[in-house]
């Protein structure tokens, strides 16, 4: 069985019917043909920031992206660190 892909304008529609019209959401689920549990999700990932709720496949908010670039940032200045440490006690080596 395949799973199943919902556009972003079909989970905010699945959302304003519980929140706007009244409709519950175990209703609303059953009218909709999906898991009450997801659409549970729906609601709260809508209501915790509606302009960045449902963003899509491999798109990350602004704030996993700014993440994801400083761990990049991280890794690479720990290997210059490392290559600099090994350089320092080369050169020391041959001082003595």
């Not at 959401?25 to 898991?35: C, P």
């Not at 700014?66 to 080596?93: G, N, P, Q, T």
């Amino acid at each position: 069985m395949q799973r199943r892909q919902f556009s972003r304008e079909y989970k905010i529609e699945a959302v304003k019917l519980v929140k706007e019209r009244g409709v519950s959401v175990a209703q609303a689920a059953r009218d909709l043909d999906v898991h009450e549990t997801m659409l549970r999700k729906w609601v709260r990932e809508f209501g915790a920031d509606p302009a960045e709720s449902f963003t899509g496949n491999g798109q990350m908010k602004p704030e996993q992206l700014e993440i994801e670039h400083l761990r990049r940032e991280v890794s690479k200045l720990k290997a210059e660190r490392d290559i600099l440490k090994k350089a320092a006690a080369y050169f020391a080596k041959d001082v003595i």
